[in-house]
């Protein structure tokens, strides 16, 4: 029997929307390509989230990597608390599937110091809504390691096949299910929902 479900956030509940922040910047075609190699598809990216190295220690390193473009990181950088918003579903989502009896966690690849930037700036309206969260800049775990989903279980006294796991990687819910939980490749809202309810009936 499912009791809980366990969300990641960007990409699920929030936009993490790059690109649209890139655009609001005005920053050249050129350069956006550069950036989304350099910085957001970047190996240091996945550090920021892993959280073993600080992240005056990454900054360090994205700006070596875009010494030609330096001013146009920092201004991004600068504008970093608008590189995500939740969605309009996000609250009400979570709150209906609490209103039904579940609990509801989060499991969820993020830097340290931009998930508190972000609580702060109120981008995750959702927060206190939920039983219980697992982020891994803060544990210094990362997905699709196993060992985050197991502290996220050990945590919480959680029962893997009592739980959904709901992302938008494959790579993620593979784990998830290869330790017992079920999993939902997040595509959209809608469709995320039908696999949901689907699940929560069997």
């Known amino acids: 029997m499912i009791k809980n479900i366990v969300f990641d956030i960007g990409n699920v509940l929030v936009d ?13 075609q050129e350069t956006r390509k550069i950036f989304e190699r350099t910085v957001f598809r970047s190996p240091w990216w996945g550090e920021l989230d892993h959280g ?12 070596e990597d875009n010494k030609e473009h330096l001013e146009e990181f920092n201004l991004v950088w600068d504008h970093r608390d608008k590189l995500v918003e939740p ?9 209906q599937l609490k209103e039904a009896g579940l609990k509801v966690y989060l499991l969820s690849n993020y830097p340290r ?53 709901i992302d938008d990687r494959e790579e993620n819910i593979g784990t998830a299910r290869k330790l017992g939980m079920k999993g939902i490749v997040f595509v959209s809202y809608e469709q995320a929902c039908e696999e949901l309810t689907r699940l929560l009936q069997n």
Not at 17 to 27: F, S, T, Y
Not at 52 to 63: P, S
């Open 16 to 28: 993490f929307r790059w690109r649209a922040l890139m655009d609001e910047l005005q920053l050249a």
């Open 52 to 63: 073993i190295y600080e992240e005056a220690e990454i900054l360090k390193n994205f700006r």
């Open 87 to 95: 969605y309009a579903y996000a609250v009400d989502w979570i709150v």
């Open 113 to 165: 110091e931009v998930f508190a930037l972000h609580t702060e700036c109120g981008n995750f309206p959702f927060l206190d809504k939920v039983d219980g969260k697992v982020i891994s800049g803060f544990v210094k775990k990362i997905k699709p390691n196993a060992d985050i989903y197991e502290h996220l279980l050990k945590e919480y006294s959680l029962c893997a096949d009592e739980c959904v796991f």
